[in-house]
């Protein structure tokens, strides 16, 4: 079993709709958990992090995290063209100097 | 420029040659990773190295080298090239010290081997 598991998708979406992204997860030790955004030949950037469960919200983006249930979220409301992009969540356990395990990441289109 | 730069950005190679990838990066950190991303299998890690002096394997080392020349380069090497080795193979960094720190990723190297 991954470590990490996340739907790939793809999912496509119209412009304005709400989107919701999520991740599953078996290790208990986590404790930051992040979201990468991904466009086409370009690296992965960075788009939130959150420490511990709870809700983080920036701008449009809201993450989200059950530790109980070991189940993480993404949503993006009024979605654009310009969120096209593929989606990695990430997860690290800060003790073990800062390596990450990553999602596979979900393919989302918006369609205008 | 970017702050994490890789070269080459695209490369095709035969089986069994030696490639190097480079990395080199502007951000000051003292960690650097090479990580590879195939489809269904996600970001992976090679080998990860915390300053110049220090470098460590990854999840999937087998078949890799890697050379850490100065805080602002690390490199990739292929000693023979096999096929299963094609992949987009990218570079981040992070800083050190208390509290967490994101990774920045370079571009990726996009590599076939044919």
């Known amino acids: 079993q991954k470590e990490v598991e996340q739907d790939p998708g793809p999912l496509s979406v119209p412009e304005g709709a709400i989107v919701s992204l999520n991740c599953t997860y078996s290790?208990?030790?986590?404790?930051?958990f992040m979201w990468y955004r991904q466009y086409s030949r370009k690296g992965p950037e960075l788009l939130m992090y959150?420490?511990?469960?709870g809700n983080k919200e920036d701008g449009r983006f809201t993450a989200q995290v059950d530790k109980s249930s070991k189940y993480i979220s993404l949503f993006i409301r009024d979605s654009q063209p310009s969120d096209s992009a593929t989606y990695l969540c990430a997860m690290s356990v800060q003790i073990a100097g800062n390596q990450f395990y990553f999602g596979t990441g979900t393919s989302l289109t918006v369609i205008p | 420029d970017a702050d994490v730069t890789q070269t080459p950005r695209n490369r095709i190679t035969k089986t069994g040659k030696r490639i190097m990838l480079e990395c080199s990066q502007t951000?000051?950190?003292?960690?650097m990773y090479w990580y590879r991303q195939d489809p269904g299998l996600g970001l992976r890690l090679i080998y990860y190295?915390?300053?110049?002096?220090?470098?460590n394997k990854g999840e999937i080392s087998d078949g890799y080298s890697v050379s850490r020349q100065a805080q602002a380069k690390f490199s990739l090497s292929l000693e023979s090239a096999i096929p299963n080795q094609t992949a987009l193979y990218f570079c981040a960094t992070s800083a050190s010290g208390q509290g967490w720190h994101g990774y920045t990723f370079g571009s990726g190297t996009r590599l076939t081997v044919v």
């Open positions: 190295s915390f300053d110049v002096k220090d470098i």
């Open positions: 951000k000051g950190h003292d960690r």
């Open positions: 959150t420490y511990s469960s």
């Open positions: 290790n208990s030790a986590f404790q930051y």
